[in-house]
T-cell receptor
Framework: AQSVSQHNHHVILSEAASLELGCNYS??????LFWYVQYPGQHLQLLLK??????LVKGIKGFEAEFIKSKFSFNLRKPSVQWSDTAEYFC?????????????FGAGTRLAVHP | NAGVMQNPRHLVRRRGQEARLRCSPM?????VYWYRQLPEEGLKFMVY????????ESGMPKERFSAEFPKEGPSILRIQQVVRGDSAAYFC?????????????FGPGTRLTVL
């Protein structure tokens, strides 16, 4: 069965620090990969997605992620975080089953950015 | 254009009571997905519905849980005789087309607490 693992459950950074959140998935076939963000009290929003093509994907708010097929990884990065990036981040992969795509999520990483 | 609406946002029930969670998809969306997030875990797929049809309920517990998406009105996730282990955040997502996981738009979630 497909699974997604996120290495860090809690990350604390100071403003302007660089961010990298790890995500690994287990699935041998073609995958679509996503990062979602949930700001406090708000709904999940799509940050970025990878379907095919350039493995370096740029998303909203200065985030990017790199798909490394050989490592089954899709790590999220941002060169300089801001206090407003404080949120929970979820990595997800789709499983094509029964004629449609089902999202499989990692456990999430809570990021706290201190001014 | 309103997003996916869920109500109530917070629901408290005593053991043995029923919980009804509502999800109104985005306008023009006829596909609804329910996910559950247990404490310290990622979102887990529960059920996928189209209008008046359950397409995939492979993630639903076999007993006490049911879901519907009637021709008119919101989608309802119903939990009968709740137990403490049902305490979780329940998220609904909607999409306009079948098979497009990248167009799933999420609601703010309902946080169920069972006393």
């Amino acid at each position: 069965a497909q699974s997604v693992s996120q290495h860090n459950h809690h990350v604390i950074l100071s403003e302007a620090a660089s961010l990298e959140l790890g995500c690994n998935y287990s699935y041998g076939g073609t995958v679509n990969l996503f990062w979602y963000v949930q700001y406090p009290g708000q709904h999940l929003q799509l940050l970025l997605k990878y379907f095919s093509g350039d493995p370096l994907v740029k998303g909203i708010k200065g985030f990017e992620a790199e798909f490394i097929k050989s490592k089954f990884s899709f790590n999220l990065r941002k060169p300089s975080v801001q206090w407003s990036d404080t949120a929970e981040y979820f990595c997800a992969v789709t499983s094509f089953s029964g004629g449609y795509n089902k999202l499989i999520f990692g456990a999430g990483t809570r990021l706290a950015v201190h001014p | 254009n309103a997003g996916v609406m869920q109500n109530p946002r917070h629901l408290v029930r005593r053991r043995g009571q029923e919980a009804r969670l509502r999800c109104s998809p985005m306008k023009g969306h006829s596909h609804v997905y329910w996910y559950r997030q247990l404490p310290e875990e990622g979102l887990k797929f529960m059920v996928y519905l189209q209008k008046e049809n359950i397409i995939d309920e492979s993630g639903m517990p076999k007993e006490r849980f049911s879901a519907e998406f009637p021709k008119e009105g919101p989608s309802i996730l119903r939990i009968q005789q709740v137990v403490r282990g049902d305490s979780a955040a329940y998220f609904c997502a909607s999409s306009p087309r079948q098979g497009d996981a990248d167009t799933q738009y999420f609601g703010p979630g309902t946080r169920l607490t069972v006393l």
